[in-house]
């Protein structure tokens, strides 16, 4: 029996998640009113004729203000059903949700006479700032395009084939800007660059002639011993803290040889301490 909560400021994927939850087996419900959280929980979920119930609802800003300000009320009291339950929030960066109104000319739900677009947007992190506190999984969508948020929503919430605690190692360059739903970063670009080497430029780290170069850096060997200690030592503290996500982001200046070698390697070397590690690498192209 699972329950996904899906939410977020308008424009960051709501409507996505739902569609990728729904092509997935879920049974989803658009703007839930939270107060009715708890009925959803105790009248329909046990019901279900389905095998393995599989419920998504949707939760946002349209919300009644003095339900949302229950929300951690009403999860604790869904979560004590002894129902899976995973609150996802999607968010963007303010520009970027402005463009896609723009681009989109929807009409944002919290917009009127009184109340610009830019300041509806604000206005929605403080009304939703409930839920926030209480995510299990939060995706930034600023740099995703619609096949990206699907790709990476199939990854997180529907590639955990273990219970416990999941965990994403990720490459990423930072000259595209720093996972801001990172929960660990380290920071790659004090190592030697292949790009630098004209016959290494147009391999990425997954290629031999990158890992050779890069096998032989002393400092490479010592960061990633560093890094491997590191998360050897402490993930296990975040599952035992009943965390259900944990993102690691390794970066380095654009994203495609020196994070990602460093990804690679230390994914392999988890998953054989811990079940459910993912991999992915967010602008290998």
Same mark, same amino acid.
């Given at each position: 029996?699972?329950?996904?909560?899906?939410?977020?400021?308008?424009?960051?994927?709501?409507?996505?998640?739902?569609?990728?939850?729904?092509?997935?087996?879920?049974?989803?419900?658009?703007?839930?009113?939270?107060?009715?959280?708890?009925?959803?929980?105790?009248?329909?979920?046990?019901?279900?004729?389905?095998?393995?119930?599989?419920? *998504?609802?949707?939760?946002?800003?349209?919300?009644?203000? #003095?339900?949302? !300000? $229950?929300?951690?009320? +009403?999860?604790? &009291?869904? %979560?004590?059903?002894?129902?899976?339950?995973?609150?996802?929030?999607?968010? *963007?960066?303010?520009?970027?949700?402005?463009?896609?109104? #723009?681009?989109? !000319? $929807?009409?944002?739900? +919290?917009?009127? &006479?009184? %109340?610009?677009?830019?300041?509806?947007?604000?206005?929605?992190?403080?009304?939703?700032?409930?839920?926030?506190?209480?995510?299990?999984?939060?995706?930034?969508?600023?740099?995703?395009? +619609?096949?990206?948020?699907?790709?990476?929503?199939?990854?997180?919430?529907?590639?955990?084939?273990?219970?416990?605690?999941?965990?994403?190692?990720?490459?990423?360059?930072?000259?595209?800007?720093?996972?801001?739903?990172?929960?660990?970063?380290?920071?790659?670009?004090?190592?030697?660059?292949?790009?630098?080497?004209?016959?290494?430029?147009?391999?990425?780290?997954?290629?031999?002639?990158?890992?050779?170069?890069?096998?032989?850096?002393?400092?490479?060997?010592?960061?990633?011993?560093?890094?491997?200690?590191?998360?050897?030592?402490?993930?296990?503290?975040?599952?035992?803290?009943?965390?259900?996500?944990?993102?690691?982001?390794?970066?380095?200046?654009?994203?495609?040889?020196?994070?990602?070698?460093?990804?690679?390697?230390?994914?392999?070397?988890?998953?054989?301490?811990?079940?459910?590690?993912?991999?992915?690498?967010?602008?290998?192209?």
């Amino acid at each position: 029996m699972r329950l996904v909560i899906v939410s977020g400021r308008s424009g960051s994927g709501k409507s996505t998640a739902l569609d990728v939850l729904e092509d997935n087996g879920f049974y989803c419900i658009d703007n839930l009113p939270a107060g009715l959280l708890t009925d959803l929980a105790e009248r329909f979920l046990p019901h279900s004729d389905m095998l393995l119930p599989q419920v *998504a609802v949707s939760i946002d800003a349209r919300n009644l203000l #003095s339900q949302l !300000r $229950r929300f951690p009320e +009403l999860l604790d &009291e869904v %979560r004590q059903r002894n129902i899976q339950c995973d609150v996802l929030y999607l968010d *963007a960066e303010d520009d970027t949700l402005l463009k896609r109104f #723009s681009e989109t !000319r $929807r009409r944002h739900p +919290l917009t009127n &006479e009184n %109340r610009s677009l830019a300041e509806a947007i604000a206005y929605e992190s403080q009304l939703l700032s409930p839920i926030i506190d209480r995510a299990d999984l939060r995706i930034d969508t600023t740099r995703l395009n +619609l096949y990206q948020l699907r790709d990476t929503l199939k990854l997180r919430l529907l590639g955990q084939s273990q219970s416990g605690t999941s965990f994403l190692i990720q490459s990423f360059g930072f000259k595209r800007g720093m996972p801001t739903d990172a929960d660990l970063v380290f920071d790659a670009r004090c190592l030697p660059n292949p790009y630098w080497k004209p016959e290494l430029r147009d391999f990425s780290g997954l290629d031999q002639p990158v890992i050779e170069y890069l096998d032989a850096q002393p400092e490479a060997q010592e960061m990633y011993q560093d890094i491997l200690a590191y998360l050897n030592k402490w993930l296990p503290r975040f599952a035992s803290s009943n965390r259900a996500y944990v993102t690691i982001a390794i970066g380095c200046t654009g994203g495609h040889h020196r994070s990602v070698y460093l990804t690679s390697r230390l994914s392999t070397a988890l998953k054989q301490s811990f079940k459910n590690v993912q991999v992915r690498h967010r602008d290998l192209v």
